[in-house]
């Protein structure tokens, strides 16, 4: 079993649609989640992080962390075709990040 | 005066071959990494370097050697390459190590490996 699992996609949604993102993980230790997003034929770059559990917002973003539930979210409001890209959740291990495997998503115009 | 920067962007290549991959960071950190993306795009670590020492060594075969020459630098080596080993490799960078509160990681464009 994976550390972390992320639904892969591909996830197509139109344009200004509320996209929901999600992954799990399997260890309790984990207390940073980040939110990755990587254009085609780029590097990963990071969007969001979060502490524990609770919500983080940032513009038309939102992170949120269930940490009884193991369950990590990130919600896109307003959605645009340049969020279009693949996005990767990752927590904080021991001197590394676990990622997830990505969420390929679309945003049509 | 990009971030990280990486060479080749890409790499086409026999079985069997010995190739480098090159790696600079100009941000100043004292914690460098690679890592592989498979064809899934599932990203894993294979090395952490801090401060020129090897700190994350995640069950890599062999014939993957990394090497810091500084701080601002780190290449891999991979001999004996094999059908497998074709991927994206990304290089990294971050201030401090990761666990280090939430230590942002500042990745490079990436080569893309294909061996044949």
């Known amino acids: 079993q994976k550390e972390v699992e992320q639904d892969p996609g591909p996830l197509s949604v139109p344009e200004g649609a509320i996209v929901s993102l999600n992954c799990t993980y399997s260890n309790s230790a984990f207390q940073y989640f980040m939110w990755y997003r990587q254009y085609s034929r780029k590097g990963p770059e990071l969007l969001m992080y979060t502490y524990s559990s609770g919500n983080k917002e940032d513009g038309r973003f939102t992170a949120q962390v269930d940490k009884s539930s193991k369950y990590i979210s990130l919600f896109i409001r307003d959605s645009q075709p340049s969020d279009s890209a693949t996005y990767l959740c990752?927590?904080?291990?021991?001197?590394?990040?676990?990622f997830g495997q990505g969420t390929r998503l679309t945003i049509n115009p | 005066d990009t971030a990280v920067s990486q060479t080749p962007k890409y790499l086409v290549t026999q079985m069997g071959n010995d190739k480098s991959i090159k790696c600079e960071q100009n941000?100043?950190?004292?914690?460098m990494y690679w890592y592989k993306q498979d064809s899934k795009k599932f990203l894993k670590i294979m090395f952490s370097?801090?401060?020129?020492?090897?700190?994350i060594n995640e069950t890599v075969p062999n014939r993957f050697s990394p090497k810091s020459p500084d701080k601002a630098h780190l290449n891999l080596h991979i001999n004996s390459l094999e059908l497998g080993d074709s991927a994206v490799y990304f290089c990294a960078s971050s201030q401090d190590l990761a666990g280090a509160l939430t230590d942002t990681q500042y990745f490079g464009p990436g080569t893309r490996l294909t061996v044949l």
């Open positions: 370097y801090n401060n020129k020492e090897l700190i």
């Open positions: 990752a927590s904080q291990g021991a001197q590394k990040l676990v």
């Open positions: 941000l100043g950190h004292d914690t």
